[in-house]
């Protein structure tokens, strides 16, 4: 069988008596392999190959949008819209009336169950699961559906919930992927204590139903929101799970229940767009570092980690990042790129979003997805500006949903593109094995704590927009585990990786790695140690050359494959996030770099 080395290798279906396969694996079929060229990059709406104006959807109102499902879960009131939402009290706050009066209330009023008037405890575990369940509509032909799929259980048993909306004619991956048209996925409150994407994805899921605001999109994307990806780090106010880990720092690791249940969900529906709801600390270490208050709206940022493909970033800047900020600005919004500091107090460096593959928003850039994060303004400051943070998202996500129907045939180009490019690189050129920010100097506008004025500060600043490469090796054809790397094996088919079993035992041309230091610490990102992570070896490895014996029940990994640069994050041992250093790979000799296309038999896998 020849097998076309711009997609995935496919075992051949064997005699059910021996259920194995003869795939061979001739040296030549990656050889004749060459880089896709790169085709003009659109500016304007179109495709790749011919820009051209797209049809435009619809432009609803992304402000207004007061949100209640027809049912009224909850016995919630809701006020009309335009009026103001009440302001917080000022105990609530964390500074005074300065600070406060530059973040009005907006004109809207959003109301959801933790939004009700009165309220001191945002919508719960249950009345999410009723507000969601209650705009369940039956099918109709061609028309809107919005099902509810429980995607996982979190670690205290709570069912993790999205809900699907789309005019496909079903709601299932298979029916999405018939329909054609491109998925966007919203996800609120990984981290517990930042609820204010939870209640702006309520509020959406009410306007994509029948009659709501954002319904006429439907006509040309489908849309899966998640409002709450951690129900027991939201139930419990904390921003970790139930057992103490940062599942955004989980995403390549997949050791939650919680991260595994995104990851099946982004793998089954294959999005073309991540949008990952935040918020981000306002006062605390930026008081005590800089003597200054966080004054932006929102802070964005897209993928930024090695390996990259350069036509998803470009994707996410131009058609997203931009389109956004001007979204919000029209709102009289302000937003900048996303940046944070170290709980080290002595540490006055501030560093964009971070450049490990382990967050939702560079782990799903590596699927070739455009992965954005939105922060806005709210751990520390309790229910202050709940209304306008609400609004922020609102603004953002609407922004991100129309920029995906006016760009869906450009999107789905680029994406063909990218798939090709990637696997036509397998046993050719050099890869990154770790990068690191660009170091340098910024000037950052912040509040003044006391009198609520505009402040600039002069910061040391790592800048994440330009990588710095670290470690740099030739591109393997594949990558060779051992039998005994069975759970991360697991893993990478959970992310959608296609790995295949040796049936026959054979032989390949490989890299073997060779320990030249070793110790054990900590993985840490831009703001300090990842919690809940534990001990990692950290090591340093040099490559020898040879012909090394391959035993039937091992496994094969090929790069021909679209998310090929996923499987290098995860099997380079000499990175943090790898799973030689978090121990799911247990022996260097586990791992081998295949240098040439192998000739070996695999059989199908279960």
């Not at 005019?167 to 996800?187: F, K």
Request: hydrophobic content about 40%.
């Amino acid at each position: 069988m020849t097998t076309s080395p711009s997609a995935p290798i496919t075992p051949l279906r064997s005699p059910a008596a021996v259920a194995r396969l003869t795939v061979v694996c001739a040296a030549a079929l990656l050889a004749a392999c060459t880089s896709t060229p790169l085709p003009p990059w659109p500016s304007t709406p179109g495709t790749v190959s011919a820009p051209r104006p797209a049809p435009q959807a619809p432009r609803p109102q992304p402000a207004v949008v007061v949100a209640a499902p027809p049912a009224n879960p909850g016995g919630v009131t809701i006020n009309p819209l335009g009026t103001s939402a009440q302001p917080a009290p000022l105990a609530a706050m964390p500074y005074g009336q300065a600070v406060a009066a530059r973040f009005p209330d907006p004109m809207v009023r959003y109301q959801t169950p933790g939004l009700a008037d009165g309220r001191s405890a945002y919508t719960t575990n249950a009345e999410l699961a009723q507000w969601l369940r209650q705009l369940e509509i039956p099918a109709t032909p061609g028309g809107t559906r919005l099902a509810v799929q429980e995607l996982g259980l979190s670690q205290a048993g709570t069912p993790i919930l999205g809900l699907v909306a789309t005019r496909a004619q079903g709601v299932d991956a298979a029916s999405l992927e018939a329909q054609g048209h491109p998925t966007v996925l919203l996800v609120g409150q990984q981290h517990g204590d930042e609820p204010a994407g939870s209640e702006a994805l309520l509020a959406l899921a009410r306007e994509l139903a029948p009659g709501g605001l954002l319904e006429p999109l439907l006509e040309r994307i489908n849309v899966i929101l998640v409002p709450r990806a951690n129900p027991d780090g939201a139930e419990r106010g904390q921003r970790t799970t139930a057992n103490g880990v940062d599942m955004n720092r989980d995403h390549l690791l997949l050791t939650t229940p919680e991260a595994r249940a995104l990851a099946v969900l982004v793998r089954n529906y294959r999005p073309v767009a991540v949008i990952d709801a935040h918020e981000y600390t306002v006062t605390g270490r930026f008081v005590q570092k800089f003597n200054a208050i966080q004054r932006y709206d929102a802070l964005l940022q897209y993928a930024t980690t090695a390996n990259m493909p350069e036509f998803i970033t470009k994707a996410a800047h131009e058609w997203y990042y931009t389109p956004m900020s001007d979204a919000l600005r029209v709102q009289k919004l302000s937003s900048d790129w996303y940046y944070t500091t170290s709980t080290d107090p002595q540490d006055l460096r501030v560093s964009m979003g971070g450049v490990q593959p382990d967050t939702g928003r560079n782990v799903n850039g590596l699927k070739n997805t455009v992965s954005l994060l939105v922060e806005t303004r709210g751990v520390g400051i309790g229910r202050a500006h709940i209304q306008r943070r609400v609004h922020t998202q609102v603004t953002a996500m609407t922004s991100a949903l129309r920029s995906t129907a006016e760009r869906a045939q450009s999107l789905a180009q680029v994406r063909s593109f990218v798939a090709r490019d990637i696997s036509a690189q397998a046993c050719r050129g050099e890869l990154t094995i770790e990068a690191g920010p660009t170091p340098g100097q910024h000037e950052l506008l912040m509040l003044d704590p006391v009198t609520g004025a505009d402040r600039s500060v002069q910061v040391q600043w790592n800048s994440s927009l330009t990588l710095r490469p670290l470690k740099t090796r030739a591109r393997p054809c594949g990558y060779w585990l051992s039998a005994s790397a069975a759970p991360a094996v697991e893993r990478l088919q959970l992310l959608g990786l296609q790995v295949l079993r040796v049936a026959e035992a054979g032989s390949v041309l490989a890299d073997t790695y060779t320990e030249t230091s070793s110790s054990t610490g900590v993985r840490e990102d831009v703001r300090g140690s990842v919690a809940g992570g534990g001990d990692i070896v950290r090591v340093e490895v040099g490559a020898a050359r040879a012909a090394i014996d391959v035993p039937a029940g091992s496994y094969y990994v090929p790069l021909n494959q679209p998310l090929a640069n996923l499987v290098v994050a995860a099997l380079e041992p000499d990175t943090q996030s790898s799973y030689f250093a978090n121990r799911l790979i247990h022996q260097l000799g586990d791992t081998a770099r295949v240098m040439a296309s192998p000739s070996l038999v695999f059989e199908e896998q279960d």
